[in-house]
């Protein structure tokens, strides 16, 4: 299975410190392209973590309810 890939455009000044980390890298990445997918991935990956774990006020108190009869036992 082939992935598709499209161009995206960024400062020269943001390239050019991309290009120093992946040289920093010591071979982790081969390519700004291959560090920017994996920032790029890594953030959305940790988004949707967090959008994951938000809990509403009615969900909290119902926790704090658990964990206090918890606590008794």
């Known amino acids: 299975m082939s992935t598709d890939y499209v161009s995206v455009n960024i400062p020269k000044k943001l390239y050019e410190e991309i290009e ?7 071979g982790d990445f081969k390519n700004v392209e291959e560090y920017v997918e994996f920032v790029l991935t890594e953030l ?19 926790l704090k309810d658990r964990l206090g009869k918890l606590s008794s036992i």
Request: aromatic content about 0%; proline content about 4%.
């Open 44 to 62: 959305i990956r940790e988004e949707e973590e967090e959008t994951e774990n938000v809990s509403t006020p009615e969900e909290e108190e119902k």
């Open 20 to 26: 120093k980390k992946v040289v920093e890298s010591q």
